[in-house]
């Protein structure tokens, strides 16, 4: 490991790691008008949901690392207490960085960036049309962290009104990742989209009743074949099997033939035994992977 004190670094190499470490981020594509009325749009990263009830948006618009002159993103916001957060899909991608440049205070990114400025309900900035999710928000709170180059400047909004394009939503009235499209910022110039194989589902156990890591057999949680991916899966469990229902599983033919097939020699038998669990996983078949333990007597440490 190499290991640094943040206070050591220049501030440059200091956000290089910082920003390339943390990710993905999700962006905030945040319109604002200034007080004239004129529209702002522009990305944050350092942004996040904090709460659902309320529910409750934070982004940092951060003071240059140049000069201390504030984004006009926080300016607005300071102003008028209102802004729009928008997603930015994967389609959006490369106009979302020609909104990003920065632009002299009052110049329009909706025309600079070709995207389609949408009346707001309940707020006065405009709304981005291509943007699939779009939460029209009120300033809560602004908390500034410092008057140092960097310094974040939280801006903690309040979302009032949500617009979701029919698309994304699915038939159990669910967001469905595949439709949104989404991406995230990483370090430098990557980002990362979210779609495909970036996607996938881990079903947690519904009960904190869950074996544990703890709960499983010392042999198997020493396996040095299986991952602790896979232990993870087994640990997930919430119960082992009862005596009868391991019996009836030891009676299954294909079952009895795996057991009287084990070699004697105890490396070789655990090894085949892990194997066997492992390839009951791949099947997601974690209830019988413990049945298996269990009918191979290795349920005491
Ligand atoms: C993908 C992306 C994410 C960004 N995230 C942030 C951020 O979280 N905080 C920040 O201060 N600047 C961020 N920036 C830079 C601002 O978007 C940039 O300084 C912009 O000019 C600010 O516009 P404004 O002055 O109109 O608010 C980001 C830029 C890009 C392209």
């Not at 201390?68 to 993103?73: A, I, L, V």
């Not at 009676?251 to 085949?272: H, N």
């Amino acid at each position: 490991m190499k290991t640094f004190i943040p206070k050591e670094l220049d501030a440059r190499q200091r956000s290089q790691f910082l920003l390339g470490a943390i990710g993905p981020r999700p962006i905030a594509f945040v319109s604002t008008l200034d007080k004239e009325g004129r529209p702002n749009l522009a990305p944050y990263s350092f942004f996040n949901i904090f709460s659902s009830t309320p529910p409750v948006l934070i982004f940092s618009a951060n003071s240059r690392l140049r000069e201390g002159k504030p984004k006009d993103t926080l300016q607005n916001v300071r102003e008028t207490g209102e802004l729009v957060i928008n997603m930015i899909t994967f389609a959006m991608a490369r106009q979302m960085t020609l909104a990003g440049l920065d632009y002299e205070h009052g110049i329009n990114e909706f025309v600079k960036a070709g995207f389609s400025p949408l009346a707001s309900q309940q707020v006065k900035p405009f709304r981005v049309k291509e943007s699939l999710a779009q939460f029209e928000c009120r300033l809560l709170e602004i908390k500034t962290l410092g008057e140092q180059p960097g310094a974040a400047n939280l801006v903690i909004a309040e979302v009032i009104v949500m617009h979701f394009d029919e698309r994304i939503i699915d038939s159990d009235h669910k967001i469905d990742p595949y439709q949104l499209d989404l991406i995230g910022r990483l370090g430098n110039y990557y980002y990362t989209r979210v779609q495909g194989d970036c996607i996938f589902e881990i079903v947690q156990p519904r009960s904190s009743q869950a074996l544990g890591m703890d709960g499983l057999p010392e042999s198997i949680r020493t396996s040095r074949i299986l991952s602790g991916q896979e232990l993870a899966i087994l640990a997930g469990q919430t119960q082992w099997p009862g005596k009868e229902e391991v019996e009836a599983y030891m009676k299954e033919e294909a079952v009895a033939g795996f057991l009287i097939a084990l070699p004697v020699k105890q490396a070789a038998r655990s090894e085949a035994i892990h194997r066997k669990i492992r390839a009951l996983l791949k099947k997601e078949t974690p209830a019988e992977a413990l049945k298996l333990i269990a009918a191979c007597g290795l349920t005491e440490a």
